[in-house]
């Protein structure tokens, strides 16, 4: 019981962060993910949306996509912030 609860409580968290993730990467230009230089806006919209789709399989796949949303919000995003600020 408790496994089938955390199971759906991470798989939930999954959901959250990759939706989180596409919105934050649809709502940015093109420029920013150029200068910032790790992956194009469209790598990442890819990712974004391979990752709502591991969220549902769970597993490997899930703890994978659920680890590369966490490493686009904390990582990618504040250097995309300040890029963003930079061109203007």
């Known amino acids: 019981m408790i496994q089938g609860t955390l199971g759906n409580a991470?798989?939930?968290?999954?959901f959250v962060l990759a939706l989180l993730s596409l919105f934050d990467v649809l709502r940015r230009r093109k420029a920013p993910f150029d200068v910032v230089g790790r992956g194009s806006r469209n790598v990442w919209i890819f990712?974004?949306?391979a990752c709502i789709y591991?969220?549902?399989?769970?597993?490997i796949a899930g703890f994978v996509g659920v680890f590369t949303c966490i490493m686009y919000l904390?990582?990618?995003?504040?250097?995309?912030q300040i890029a963003q600020k930079d061109i203007g």
């Open 74 to 80: 904390l990582d990618l995003r504040p250097k995309l």
């Open 47 to 49: 990712t974004a949306c």
């Open 10 to 14: 991470f798989q939930v968290i999954g």
């Open 54 to 59: 591991a969220a549902a399989i769970q597993g």
